[in-house]
Nanobody, 121 residues
Framework: QVQLMESGGGLVQAGGSLRLSCAAS????????MAWYRQAPGKQRELVAT???????NYADSVKGRFTISRDNAKLMVSLEMNSLKPEDTAVYYC???????????????WGQGTQVTVSS
């Protein structure tokens, strides 16, 4: 089983910055794309940013130019640097990874438990 553990959430004023991190552990043969999602109260979970195993990135329009996703393949970690935060960025942020536990098993999606980010105005 693959476990994802997020850290780094918290309360910040508008215009401030936060850095989220997510570490993968457990039985892991390979980690493919990794991503951050978020879910605000009363809203559906939405994709924030993705990064492939070779470092290609993609961002939601709402965070382009403010958020940066990165990964450390050796440490099986993905991070999200969030700058110029806005109240509308308030949400629970979830780490996601496509991973294979063994060579013989097909890849599947894994999720972290989520970390709260609150941006005050």
């Amino acid at each position: 089983q693959v476990q994802l553990m997020e850290s780094g959430g918290g309360l910040v004023q508008a215009g401030g910055s936060l850095r989220l991190s997510c570490a993968a552990s457990g039985r892991i043969f390979r980690v493919n794309a990794m991503a951050w999602y978020r879910q605000a109260p009363g809203k559906q979970r939405e994709l924030v940013a993705t990064i492939t195993s070779d470092g290609s990135t993609n961002y939601a329009d709402s965070v382009k130019g403010r958020f940066t996703i990165s990964r450390d393949n050796a440490k099986l970690m993905v991070s999200l640097e969030m700058n110029s935060l806005k109240p509308e960025d308030t949400a629970v942020y979830y780490c996601n990874a496509g991973a294979r536990e063994t060579f013989y098993l097909a890849p599947r999606d894994y999720w972290g438990q989520g970390t709260q980010v609150t941006v005050s105005s």
